[in-house]
């Protein structure tokens, strides 16, 4: 049974940094493309950046490149997210999935950014 546990969410400041944090459970996690979504208040979930399978390819939306930035330990079954310079436009659920995404969703953490 897959399972994606999310946390690492908070309250900050424009121009803060937050660590989101997921560990995935249920299927093999070094064989898969992993990836970040996010689904703003009453907007379509969004890609937000994938990191291949060994951690050496990344891409990242126009959105936040040069500002987040995804890693994965496949020793500990987590992907990484760090968000530098946040701004309200970055107020969202954030998920991890596998890329594609699978059917099983998380249940995200929370990110809210304060102007």
């Known amino acids: 049974q897959v399972q994606l546990v999310e946390s690492g969410g908070g309250f900050v400041q424009t121009g803060g940094s937050l660590r989101l944090a997921c560990i995935s459970s249920?299927?093999?996690?070094?064989?898969?493309?992993m990836a970040w979504y996010r689904q703003a208040p009453g907007k379509e979930r969004e890609f937000v950046s994938r990191?291949?399978?060994?951690?050496?390819?990344?891409t990242y939306s126009d959105a936040v490149k040069g500002r987040f930035t995804i890693s994965r330990d496949n020793s500990k079954d987590t992907v990484f997210l760090d968000m530098d310079n946040l701004n309200p436009g970055d107020t969202a659920v954030y998920y991890c999935n596998i890329y594609p995404p699978g059917a099983t969703w998380g249940q995200g953490t929370q990110v809210t950014v304060s102007s």
């Open positions: 990191i291949s399978q060994g951690g050496t390819v990344t």
């Open positions: 249920g299927r093999p996690f070094s064989l898969y493309y």
